[in-house]
């Protein structure tokens, strides 16, 4: 199986982010964000995966996880990521 991987593009105080992995694909996006939180990435509610990524729906935590920790490890080095996992939120604060 191949390694998941986390794709993040930028277009001014914006951008896309994807997670792929076996074949499989979620796009999400993000926006820089103020007061203690650096940047706001959403990868798509519950049930919207429900409806358009079941296959990964039973190892949402993992994936959103994954996708945290990757933004943080290419992005903001030092800095942490909570998870809203319901709304598929990541807020990656200072």
């Known amino acids: 199986m191949d390694r998941p991987k986390v794709t993040i593009t930028e277009d001014g105080r914006s951008g896309s982010v994807h997670y792929e992995?076996?074949?499989?694909?979620?796009?999400?996006?993000?926006?820089?964000a103020g007061g203690d939180a650096?940047?706001?990435?959403?990868m798509g509610s519950a049930q919207e995966w429900r409806n358009g990524q079941a296959w990964a729906v039973e190892r949402r935590a993992e994936v959103l996880r994954f996708i945290a920790d990757e933004v943080v490890r290419q992005k903001a080095t030092g800095r942490r990521a909570d998870i809203d996992e319901e709304g598929g939120w990541i807020t990656i604060r200072r």
């Open 21 to 32: 992995e076996a074949g499989h694909r979620i796009s999400g996006w993000w926006e820089f």
């Open 38 to 42: 650096i940047a706001l990435v959403n």
